[in-house]
Nanobody, 121 residues
Framework: QVQLVESGGGLVQAGGSLRLSCAASESIFRVNAMRWYRQGTGNQRELVASIYSGGSTNYADSVKGRFTISRDNAKNTVYLQMSSLKPEDTAVYYC???????????????WGQGIQVTVSS
């Protein structure tokens, strides 16, 4: 079973930066959209940023101008560069992707296990 593995989370002071990475655990035939979600304590999971196979991106209004999503198709990896972090960015961040594992498979949605990001004031 393929897994999406996140890394790069941790504790940072307000105004600081972090870079999250998410990589597939095995070779993938095709990767379509890749996304980052987050869920703060007591909140619903929200979509933070998306990047499509052609490179187009979308961001939640709350992170526009501060976060940048990018991808390395050769490595089946998606990144989230987070700058000017605020305490309200504190959440568990989840990687999400639409993957076609092998040529005979259908496109299917996968989630990472989540990684904690804590921004102190």
């Amino acid at each position: 079973q393929v897994q999406l593995v996140e890394s790069g989370g941790g504790l940072v002071q307000a105004g600081g930066s972090l870079r999250l990475s998410c990589a597939a655990s095995e070779s993938i035939f095709r990767v379509n959209a890749m996304r980052w979600y987050r869920q703060g304590t007591g909140n619903q999971r929200e979509l933070v940023a998306s990047i499509y196979s052609g490179g187009s991106t979308n961001y939640a209004d709350s992170v526009k101008g501060r976060f940048t999503i990018s991808r390395d198709n050769a490595k089946n990896t998606v990144y989230l560069q987070m700058s000017s972090l605020k305490p309200e960015d504190t959440a568990v961040y989840y990687c999400n992707a639409d993957l076609q594992i092998r040529v005979e498979d259908f496109l299917k949605n996968y989630w990472g296990q989540g990684i904690q990001v804590t921004v102190s004031s």
